[in-house]
T-cell receptor, first 114, second 114 residues
Framework: DAMVIQNPRYQVTQFGKPVTLSCSQT?????MYWYQQKSSQAPKLLFH???????NEADTPDNFQSRRPNTSFCFLDIRSPGLGDTAMYLC?????????????FGPGTRLLVL | AQTVTQSQPEMSVQEAETVTLSCTYD???????LFWYKQPPSRQMILVIR??????QNATENRFSVNFQKAAKSFSLKISDSQLGDTAMYFC???????????FGTGTRLQVFP
């Protein structure tokens, strides 16, 4: 089935040690999103790619970066994770950002920073 | 800025019964979209139902229906004939017209008991 895949599902890293989370999609969607969901909080959009155009949310820390080498893959890089970055990270895709298309979510990567 | 409030952190319902999840939002926009997403344990978030603000008719999808009260800025989800598979976290979300940014509430954890 066409879907959004995230790897790994669980990641433990040490304070300050860079970590990369991966997202891939078989939907051939133009847009890929990264959300951060802390415990008992609402998912919060970090940034998204519309094709190769990167769109950062104003309040996303500089510590968070993203790469989209091709249509299918998108990566979330956390350069120097802090304890406060412990969260679930959700990847989502949509076909067209201008028509309020449904966003399709991956299962998430649960990141623990020690 | 838009905000979404879900005032019920947890709810429970017996199988085959009906349950209503509450959501209120704050916006100065006149046209927008509202969504309910379902996130089962350890699985990806999926769209349950969506409502266009310019449509007065409440959206329905099988056992799921909404009560959209635009003046009151209320958007509740009714689940009829609850099933064990409905056990999940439910998120209410808002999207402005011509944008693709979802603004989520903090979620309601629904447990369906046999």
């Amino acid at each position: 089935d066409a879907m959004v895949i995230q790897n790994p599902r669980y990641q433990v890293t040490q304070f300050g040690k860079p970590v990369t989370l991966s997202c891939s999609q078989t939907l051939n969607h133009n847009v890929m999103y990264w959300y951060q969901q802390k415990s008992s909080q609402a998912p919060k959009l970090l940034f998204h790619y519309y094709d190769k155009d990167f769109n950062n949310e104003a309040d996303t820390p500089d510590n968070f970066q993203s790469r989209r080498p091709n249509t299918s893959f998108c990566f979330l890089d956390i350069r120097s994770p802090g304890l406060g970055d412990t969260a679930m990270y959700l990847c989502a895709t949509s076909r067209d950002p201008t028509t309020q298309e449904t966003q399709y979510f991956g299962p998430g990567t649960r990141l623990l920073v020690l | 800025a838009q905000t979404v409030t879900q005032s019920q952190p947890e709810m429970s319902v017996q199988e085959a019964e009906t349950v209503t999840l509450s959501c209120t939002y704050d916006t100065s926009e006149s046209n927008y979209y509202l969504f309910w997403y379902k996130q089962p344990p350890s699985r990806q978030m999926i769209l349950v139902i969506r409502q266009e603000a310019y449509k007065q008719q409440n959206a329905t999808e099988n056992r799921f229906s909404v009560n959209f009260q635009k003046a009151a800025k209320s958007f509740s989800l009714k689940i009829s004939d609850s099933q064990l598979g409905d056990t999940a976290m439910y998120f209410c979300a808002f999207m402005k017209l011509n944008t693709d940014k979802l603004i989520f509430g903090t979620g309601t954890r629904l447990q369906v008991f046999p």
